[in-house]
């Protein structure tokens, strides 16, 4: 009789660990680590995490405060994918990143480019000889030049080339000076020069209003939709699938409108 218990004994506990065993595999399948910037990506993603928990994904938000690591992490498959970049700097990105295998798989928010000055509260009041500090990305900094250039501070031999750099400029009639700085520095140098062109992501860390504080601010044209990435091998998952879903659900679009109030604009 001892015998027999023990036997049933040891059934139930080798099932008990082929159970735990096969449920740990389901929770790992269903497990999506996104590399992020604070706000607003970060934010988002908190937003939808309890919704995912429930159909079944484990989200795991991987903050990065810049434009560099987030990419090579999911380029190097450390992370499923990434959500703060937009077209123009992924294809930068993968201009200079060899075995590149992201793919965006949604469009999310478009963050209208915006324009600062401690200094000056109108464009005509910005001197000759003003020093300008913009990003040092190529997709950004061509952003910045393009929004210059509408503004009438400077020309450009192609005004609609999203890959502009200093040398397309063919008229700078102010002779502006610029600093070329990573993005995330922008904000901090603000005191230190006439004229920045901040990242809204950046600016909204450093309590900046891109609505209200800017002197001139992209309009509702913006190429720079915000997209959620993924690497080729994981981009048609069930998890991924679900994370789409999320991001682009009606939840989401009043959660953008209702916090960030015209700052982030939702692109779907």
């Known amino acids: 009789m001892i015998s027999r218990i023990s036997h049933q004994l040891r059934r139930v506990a080798v099932a008990s660990a082929y159970a735990v065993l096969f449920a740990g595999s389901a929770m790992a399948a269903d497990t999506l680590s996104i590399a992020a910037t604070p706000v607003p990506h970060a934010e988002i993603l908190e ?9 079944g994904v ?3 938000i991987k903050v ?6 987030p990419a090579v992490q999911v380029n190097e498959k450390h992370l499923d994918g990434n959500f703060f970049l937009h077209q123009p700097y992924l294809n930068e990105f993968k201009k200079s990143h060899k075995n590149d295998i992201e793919v965006p798989v949604a469009k999310v928010h478009v963050e209208p480019f915006a324009a600062y000055s401690s200094k000056y509260k109108k464009v005509a009041d910005i001197p000759a000889g003003a020093t300008v500090a913009i990003p040092n990305d190529p997709s950004n900094s061509g952003r910045a030049l393009l929004l210059l250039a509408k503004q009438g501070l400077l020309k450009l031999k192609d005004p609609s080339n999203i890959s502009a750099t200093k040398k397309d400029i063919i008229d700078n009639p102010k002779n502006l000076k610029f600093k070329e700085l990573e993005a995330a520095t922008l904000p901090r140098v603000l005191n230190q020069v006439d004229l920045a062109l901040i990242n809204t992501n950046y600016a909204i860390e450093a309590k900046l209003n891109p609505v209200k504080d800017s002197l001139f601010i992209e309009d509702a044209n913006s190429p720079y ?12 998952s069930p998890a991924f699938k679900k994370l789409i879903a999320a991001l ?18 939702p692109a779907f």
């Open 47 to 55: 937003f939808i995490k309890p919704q995912l928990a429930k159909e």
């Open 58 to 60: 484990d989200l795991k």
């Open 64 to 69: 990065f405060t810049d434009y560099v690591q």
């Open 225 to 236: 939709a915000n997209l959620l990435v993924a690497r080729e091998d994981n981009k048609n």
């Open 248 to 265: 682009n659900s009606p939840e989401v679009k009043k959660f953008i409108e209702e916090k960030y109030k015209g700052a982030v604009v």
